[in-house]
């Protein structure tokens, strides 16, 4: 079945480390988003693609980094510049031709320890 | 620019009692609108989503929202809750016309089901 896969589910950082996390999909999606989510706050942008080799700032894009080398792909790395990286980060995907909703990942949750 | 409120942050519910969810959203035109539903520690699940015509739309686990365009409104309704309905629910609004653009998401309400 299709679907989009993130991995670790579960992750741990110490102080000045970067950490990346995965974020595959097998629905021939175009586009592909990271939110971060913290209790209280829903949901929030930090970057999105709409095409490979392309992506765009979301709202809360410092301290973070991402790439989209395939249409398949799109891993997100948390740097040593995002001051509070503990939270709950969640990948999506969607079509181009309409906004048919996005389809979530089972998200990866970030501890610094 | 476009913007969603849902204004319960927390709701309690009997088991069994009906449920209405609100969502109210700001745009110059009829947006795309939907509803997600996460549990602890997952990700988001579309519930049901509206485009055009019918107003009413049913969606899954026995849900359905209603569109009004007149109160920029698209609440969720269930006519009897299930215990395992418990979870936080999402509005989002997209936009229309041209190429995909980025949802917009409420913060979300949390619905507690008593026993």
């Known amino acids: 079945d299709g679907g989009i896969t993130q991995s670790p589910k579960y992750l741990f950082r110490k102080e000045g480390q970067n950490v990346t996390l995965s974020c595959e999909q097998n629905l021939n999606h175009d586009a592909m988003y990271w939110y971060r989510q913290d209790p209280g706050q829903g949901l929030r942008l930090i970057y999105y693609?709409?095409?490979?080799?392309?992506?765009q700032k979301g709202d809360i894009a410092e301290g973070y980094s991402v790439s989209r080398e395939k249409k398949e792909s799109f891993p997100l790395t948390v740097t040593s510049a995002q001051k509070n990286p503990t939270a709950f980060y969640l990948c999506?995907?969607?079509?181009?031709?309409?906004?048919?909703?996005?389809?979530f990942g089972s998200g990866t949750r970030l501890t610094v320890v | 620019a476009q913007s969603v409120t849902q204004p319960d942050i927390h709701i309690t519910v009997s088991e069994g009692a009906s449920l209405e969810l609100r969502c109210n959203y700001s745009?110059?035109?009829?947006?795309?609108l939907f509803w997600y539903v996460q549990s602890p520690g997952q990700g988001l699940q579309l519930l049901l989503k509206y485009f055009s015509g019918d107003t009413l739309v049913q969606g899954i686990k026995g849900f359905e929202a209603e569109f009004k365009r007149s109160q920029s409104s698209f609440n969720l309704r269930k006519p009897s809750v299930h215990w395992s309905d418990a979870a936080e629910y999402f509005c989002a609004v997209g936009a229309r016309g041209g190429s995909q653009g980025n949802l917009i998401f409420g913060k979300g309400t949390k619905l507690s089901v008593k026993p």
């Open positions: 693609s709409q095409i490979v080799n392309d992506f």
């Open positions: 999506a995907s969607s079509t181009q031709t309409g906004p048919y909703g996005y389809t």
């Open positions: 745009y110059g035109a009829t947006p795309y």
